[in-house]
């Protein structure tokens, strides 16, 4: 049986599952157990099926049991083990998978040893600093932490790829967790080994132990790492954690937490936000950086040294430029995205992850400090940097703090002394906002989140071997149907806030879920129709857009915006005279406004009344600061008209006083065609086709469309395949 047979057969058992189709379950399981030659997996399997068939038997005879449901419970949860069990048991010698390499890598080696040897050197590492810094050993410290940092991998190792993880194992663990001479960055360290190891395989004692570090360990970095690992468990195996006993009790317990409500609301916020970070990516490296870029070169008119941004306060010139050049509206949209918690930073460092540290799996989800030997190493003693670079945790997550340690690294001398005293600036400025600021403990919290999820973010969707784990960060981020946390997830403001995140970036379909499940609220606002409305026209569902339209209606009954967008669905589901009532009504409110004029005059067009649209037309030409916008619908109103000389006029005005478009120079070619002067129009289709960078296609698509209006004027339908074939035949 290969690979993709044993991942197939494991789906299968694993979907009937999860329908709780445990007979079919077990017989499909009883294929993959006739494969594995391990007996005591063989010997569980049997027991369960013997149990399972107890059970069937009770029932059938009427026999009542109380323990039933229980039983029914641990009987299906132990089948799921069971098929990854023997699904790691047919894969372990041949996959080469990282999570099977490190697990033959380590096989031999227990648990215990890797921890006693990595107390043994925290121990004789904490001797060697005792000794004053004058007497010190650099090199013997050096090489310990070296050797520290080894161990630390190689736990972190053990720790994701053991499955399933012992009661000894998890005590173990609990234990490793308590002691104070740990690091707290190991600890933290270890929550994303059980996170990821729990994502390969589910493993309910790794996500036990991740519930019981939120509610016991002392430091809030490990509490907050733990408790979004939880979430994330639960997202990618929301059933199989429904049925554990152990794991609704511990929920019970967060529950009872003060934290809890606002930790939960964060997790599920920066999990939805960082569903934004490729368009955020995309707008910084598309739009954000190359406009500054563009404008760089400006800079030197006003100085010959580089120029601090912040120094453009200090003089009304630079200021001007600021916005005159549409820098400071750059750098205001940058800061806008950063202050809302999206992830300004991985379009600069997702380049800078092919240092050889992170072929390293574990570095990917080390929490930053200046003990590590990356920052010994490249930072030394300079104290501006190290401080700049940890000083504020907004600025960037642990993940991107390496980069820009290993970046430095390759900098001459020269330019790091350079970059600390621009560091120091920066440093200054920031310390003075912190004191500036009061401690707000649910806000730091909810930053080592923010923080926690782009480190994973990068991880999954940067590291070389990201393919051979669970894509945790695409689909959804829907949290309303976990077990255990929808009482967090339901919450209105939460459910609020996510709505109009999805909706403001675009994710209709997704800000439409939420706000259907708003509309039971009893401080529900009339606006969510309108909003409702407008998701569902940008999808293409025009009927429920006008149904939720006109609901808003109900409230406001003059809101321009509604009846516009009111008139737009009808007139694209062909209700030209609906639409047409709404055009008016837009324009009585707004007769001077030149769009509400043309409007009734489009509808009026589409529904075939040319010499009432024409007098549309002509009175919005008569408006003031129009810039033409009357022109072309007054052009080819009049040729649909047959009125060729006002058409002529005006396509000729078009292409003298603005910028004739491809298709205006065809539609001047389609009046003087409706003349009968076939070599003049041929010459301005030429014109319309280089106009449209000789995109025969195109061409031809706009002009076939254009056939219909052509044969009703008059023109020979039989010659117009010969024209295009005439105009494009030329530019071969």
């Known amino acids: 049986m290969n690979r993709n047979e044993i991942q197939t057969k494991r789906a299968t058992i694993v979907g009937l599952l999860d329908k709780a189709h445990l007979v079919e379950a077990i017989d499909r399981l009883n294929e993959l157990v006739e494969q594995v030659s391990r007996i005591d997996i063989k010997d ?40 990854d069990r023997c699904t790691m048991a047919l894969c372990h010698d041949t996959a080469y ?11 031999a080696v227990v648990l215990t040893s890797i921890i006693n040897d990595y107390r043994s050197a925290l121990n004789r590492l904490a001797m060697l600093e005792a000794v004053p810094a004058e007497q010190r050993n650099e090199g013997a410290i050096n090489t310990l932490v070296a050797e520290c940092e080894q161990l630390e991998t190689k736990l972190f190792n053990k720790v994701w790829s053991t499955y399933p993880t012992s009661r000894s194992q998890e005590q173990e663990l609990v234990d490793f967790f308590a002691l104070d001479e740990v690091p707290w960055h190991v600890k933290a ?60 009790q511990l929920f019970q317990a967060i529950g009872d937490t003060p934290h809890a409500a606002s930790d939960l609301a964060a997790v599920q916020m920066q ?44 003089n009304p010139e630079w200021q001007q430029w600021l916005e005159d050049s549409g820098m400071e509206k750059k750098m205001e949209e940058f800061s806008e995205m950063q202050l809302e918690g999206n992830d300004v930073f991985m379009a600069t460092f997702a380049h800078l992850k092919s240092f050889p540290f992170f072929n390293t ?28 670079v940890l000083s504020d945790a907004s600025f960037l997550c642990n993940s991107d703090r390496f980069s820009f340690c290993l970046t430095m690294a390759a900098m001459p001398q020269s330019a790091r002394g350079a970059l600390a005293q621009e560091l120091k600036g920066n440093s200054e400025q920031l310390a003075e906002l912190k004191r500036e600021q009061l401690p707000d403990p649910t806000r730091m919290r909810a930053m080592i989140v923010n923080k926690y999820v782009q480190d994973l973010y990068r991880f999954f969707k940067l590291f070389s071997r990201r393919s051979e784990f669970v894509p945790i960060f695409d689909g959804d981020m829907d949290f309303t149907t976990l077990p255990f946390i929808e009482q967090y997830a339901c919450d209105h403001d939460t459910q609020w806030f996510i709505a109009e995140f999805y909706f403001k970036h675009g994710f209709y379909a997704d800000s439409l879920r939420y706000y259907r499940r708003l509309l039971n609220s009893e401080s529900v606002n009339e606006q969510i129709y309108q909003k ?5 026209q940008c999808l293409g569902q025009t009927a429920q857009a ?26 694209d589901m062909g209700h030209l005279d609906e639409a047409l009532d709404y055009y008016r009504k837009v324009e009585q409110l707004q007769p001077e406004k030149v769009a509400s004029v043309l409007n009734v005059g489009h509808c009026l067009l589409d529904i075939g009344r040319h010499d009432e649209a024409m007098q549309q037309y002509l009175k919005a030409d008569f408006l003031p600061d129009v810039k033409h916008r009357a022109w072309r619908p007054i052009a080819w109103c009049a040729l649909l008209q047959r009125n060729f000389e006002r058409s002529i006029d005006y396509y000729e005005k078009i292409e003298h006083d603005d910028t004739p478009t491809g298709l205006d120079l065809m539609n001047h070619g389609h009046v003087v065609l409706c003349q009968g002067d076939v070599k003049q129009a041929i010459a301005l289709y030429r014109q319309a086709l280089k106009a449209m960078k ?37 530019n071969n």
């Not at 399972?52 to 059938?60: A, E, K, P």
């Not at 989800?365 to 104290?383: C, E, I, K, M, W």
């Open 546 to 571: 006008l149904e939720d339209y006109k609901r808003y209606e109900l409230a406001r009954e003059n809101d321009l915006w509604t009846l516009r967008h009111i008139a737009a669905c009808h007139r």
């Open 361 to 388: 799996m574990s570095n990917w989800f080390l929490p930053y400090h200046d003990r590590h030997s990356v920052a010994r190493q490249v930072l030394g003693d300079n104290q501006i940097i190290r401080e700049s």
């Open 189 to 248: 360290l270890l929550v994303s080994a059980l996170l990821v190891g729990s994502l390969t395989f589910y493993d309910e004692a790794k996500l036990a132990l991740l519930l019981k570090l939120y509610l016991h360990s002392p430091h809030i970095e490990v509490q907050m790492r733990a408790i979004t690992a939880a979430i994330l468990v639960m997202k990618a195996y929301p059933r199989r954690a429904a049925i554990s006993t152990n794991i609704a």
């Open 97 to 107: 998978d990282v999570f099977y390499t490190r697990r033959r890598e380590l096989a």
């Open 44 to 83: 569980d399997f049997a027991r369960v099926r013997t149990n399972y068939s107890f059970l069937l038997d009770y029932l059938s005879r009427g026999v009542n049991d109380p323990e039933r449901a229980k039983l029914h419970r641990q009987l299906r949860s132990t089948l799921y083990e069971l098929t």
């Open 694 to 730: 000789d995109d025969k296609k195109a061409f031809t698509e706009q002009f076939e469309n254009d056939y219909n209006q052509l044969k009703t004027i008059g023109v020979n339908p039989e010659d117009l395949p010969l024209i295009i074939d005439a105009v494009i035949s030329t």
């Open 532 to 536: 409702m409305g407008f998701a569902h």
């Open 271 to 314: 999990l939805v936000r960082s569903r934004n970070t490729d368009n955020v990516k995309r707008q910084i490296k598309d739009e954000i950086i190359p406009g500054i870029m563009k404008m760089r070169p400006d800079l030197s008119k006003f100085s010959g040294k580089p120029i601090d941004i912040a120094d453009f306060e200090a």
